[in-house]
């Protein structure tokens, strides 16, 4: 049973720039939620989609904008890089925004 | 704003020794999830707790969700090196505004030494 799956594992970006970060969902999943994790911190909640919309947003700008594909898969992209933005960022997958939520490996972006 | 608030953020203990993490908020949840994260991975859940006054095992490992579902509670019996990690509580909403959205504590960050 596949589990969560992100991709790419890491990035190193500079200022300015623009990063799109995918994820798989866990098998049987529909909902997929993103978050925003800095060195020593809890997770931050940024978006979910389920049905291919945008569900909930989390306090982030609009630089943050995502998608969610027929097959349950999702998209987070961020435009205009900020040094502010290097950070763990989570997939985490759900069935139909049922609260329990299984997070993938994360993708760690660098902005220089 | 809903805030939960995570305490101790450190903790560094002796193998054998008992701990307990708590997880406060002034907001009530629909469900409070455990999960431990490793240096650079994601979060692993350990459990979901949904009903107020619920108590859960895992092993060495006992949740307590409060009555009130604002506040929930970890205690590791016996703490081995394998312990070590970062713990983090989160609490969900659902049939809310807030459905699907999950806020996390701050984390505590565990170490056992051998």
């Known amino acids: 049973d596949a589990g969560v799956t992100q991709s790419p594992t890491h990035l190193i970006k500079t200022r300015g720039q623009q990063v799109t970060l995918r994820c798989s969902p866990k098998?049987?999943?529909?909902?997929v939620s993103w978050y925003q994790q800095a060195l020593g911190q809890g997770p931050q909640f940024i978006f979910q989609?389920?049905?291919?919309?945008?569900?909930q947003r989390g306090n982030f700008p609009d630089r943050f904008s995502g998608h969610q594909f027929p097959n349950y898969s999702s998209e987070l992209n961020v435009n205009a890089l900020l040094l502010g933005d290097s950070a763990l960022y989570l997939c985490?997958?759900?069935?139909?925004?049922?609260?329990?939520?299984?997070f993938g490996p994360g993708t760690r972006l660098t902005v220089l | 704003t809903q805030l939960l608030e995570q305490s101790p953020q450190f903790l560094s203990i002796q193998e054998g020794e008992n701990l307990t993490v708590y997880c406060n908020s002034s907001?009530?949840?629909?469900?409070l999830q455990w999960y431990r994260q490793e240096p650079g991975e994601g979060p692993v859940l350990l459990v979901t707790?949904?009903?107020?006054?619920e108590v859960k095992k895992l092993k060495r490992l006992t949740f307590q969700f409060g009555d009130a579902r604002k506040d929930s509670s970890l205690h590791i019996t016996a703490a081995q090196p394998g312990d070590t990690g970062l713990y983090l509580c989160?609490?969900?909403?659902?049939?809310?505004?807030?459905?699907?959205?999950?806020?996390f504590g701050q984390g505590t960050t565990l170490q056992v030494k051998p």
């Open positions: 985490a997958s759900s069935l139909r925004q049922v609260d329990t939520q299984y």
């Open positions: 098998s049987g999943h529909d909902t």
């Open positions: 989609y389920y049905e291919e919309e945008e569900r």
């Open positions: 907001s009530v949840f629909s469900s």
């Open positions: 707790v949904v009903t107020g006054g």
């Open positions: 989160a609490g969900g909403f659902r049939g809310s505004s807030n459905t699907g959205k999950l806020i």
